[in-house]
């Protein structure tokens, strides 16, 4: 699996183009990992501590679409 697929995806708008206003989308996406990840697999957030997450940041017409992928298994 290619490390931009990862097991848990999510993707969060933010309305603006500056990094300072990304925070909010961020955890959101953070939060929808832990979620997926609780879901599927019984995992916690605990489960997120040294772990590297790839995070994508496209622009949009209105500001940045943020996305945040995890794959427990490639580190």
Do not use: C, F
Not at 1 to 10: D, F, L, P, S, T
Not at 26 to 50: C, P, R, S, T
Request: aromatic share 6%; hydrophobic share 35%.
């Amino acid at each position: 699996m290619a490390i931009n697929e990862g097991r848990y995806k999510a993707t969060e708008p933010a309305s603006s183009k500056h990094p300072g206003d990304w925070g909010r989308a961020m955890a959101k996406a953070m939060a929808e990992l832990v979620n997926q990840a609780a879901e599927i697999d019984g995992v916690g957030h605990e489960e997120l501590y040294g772990e590297n997450l790839h995070l994508v940041i496209k622009e949009t017409e209105d500001g940045v679409e943020i996305t945040m992928t995890w794959d427990p298994e490639e580190d």
